[in-house]
């Protein structure tokens, strides 16, 4: 294969005829292909499906002289916590253990910070003239969702191989207006970016203006390895209190990816202080979140080392269906010299950088024939990608055998698009 920059107009115009009439048959087949989000198959839902099954007698929903099924325990059950803390490297009773997700988590800090500040602020964000907020990215669409709900400035940060580019970051926590951070750091949304040890020691180290800076670090993809064993990773709490900053950090993560995303268990994990402060505010909207449910993933998943176990079992589901997109990337498209990519070896998402000022077109061929995927620009803030290049794909859903057929249209719309980009 010729590189397209380096073919003539005419080899360029009979590529385009002879991709484009692959397209058309494709379009012919009526197909309705999903790679939008990062959910999980069917096969890694059924393969749970006896975890709903788990409390049956009413002695069973009894824990620690707990009754599950009735009101009390806003912060949790002190088994999930000790679950999640396992999991996590952290302590017990740093552990806010909440409701299905995590987002409503993240969401609902923020929240507080707006109603009635965090325990270090001199007055409620709402009262504050301007907040603003740092977005790695590319990074998760919702997180900056969240944030632009408020209101708030969102200041885009740029991703590098190590982590968010952090002479950028320490320079623009120097305003006293910039209230905080989002952070996947482990297999990030979507380029599956593993923070470098030197990253995470300045995040941990930094020294805002803002008082009340929140490093919200969202652990989604902790356990999340679909390739080779597991990876080890820093306890940020303990990091921020060694540098003084141990109310600086609020950590999140969740079960949507080990068991049921509609039907899971989110967690916070923060200071001692910060949690003494926020539980009686969350205790004035709700009495508790659905201890059954937490008591249900305490028995069934029982340990790190049994949830690692489980996670190995969902890695051999999942590792066919990313390898059918990275080969096929590395097939039809890397010859070209018209994308990009990296080879994550975990998390759930495939980031792919188009030929600037294409991707929009692309993702729009790809509609026409039938594959849905996450909209362009949706992993920047505001879904502006500046460069319209970024595209996010998630191999996870779809079996396999509609995976390469997803994927193989999807490479005829980028060299549609590439090729229209340098004119036919």
Known sequence: MIKYTDMTAQQRKAEYSAVLADYEKQKALGLKLNMARGKPGKEQLDMVTDLCNILVKPEDFICDGIDSRN????????????????????????CF?????????????????????LLHSDKPWSK?????????????????KVTASFGMELITVPMTAYGPDMDMVEALIKDPAVKGMWNV???????????????????????????????????????????????????????????????????????SKVTFPGAGVGVMATSEKNLAYLVPLINIQTIGFDKINQLRHVKYLQNKEHTLALMRRHAAILRPKFHAVLDALDREIAPLGIGSWRRPVGGYFVSYDAMPGTAK?????????????????????????PRDSNIRIAPTLPPVEELEQAIAIFCNCVKLAALEKLGV
């Not at 902790?222 to 209190?241: K, M, R, T, Y």
């Open 185 to 255: 750091p482990k297999y990030s949304n979507p380029e599956g970016v593993v923070y470098s040890d030197e990253t995470i020691r300045r995040i941990a180290s930094m020294k805002p203006a803002a008082p009340d800076f929140m490093l919200m670090w969202d652990n989604a993809y902790c356990i999340h390895e679909f390739e080779g064993a597991f990876v080890p990773f820093a306890d940020i709490l303990s990091l921020c209190a060694e540098n003084g900053n141990a109310d600086m950090v609020y950590e999140f993560a969740s079960t």
């Open 128 to 144: 504050l003239e301007k907040v603003k907020w740092l977005c790695p990215a590319p990074g998760y669409d919702r997180h900056f």
């Open 97 to 117: 253990v909440g409701g299905n997700a995590s987002l409503q988590l993240m969401y609902d800090v923020i929240a507080k910070a707006y109603t009635n500040g």
């Open 71 to 94: 009101y009390g325990n806003v912060d949790g059950l002190p088994a999930a916590k000790e679950l999640f803390a396992d999991i996590l490297g952290c302590k017990p009773e740093q």
């Open 361 to 385: 077109r692309a993702l729009a061929l790809c509609k026409e024939a039938g594959v849905t995927m996450t909209g362009a620009g949706a992993t920047f803030p505001y879904g502006v990608d």
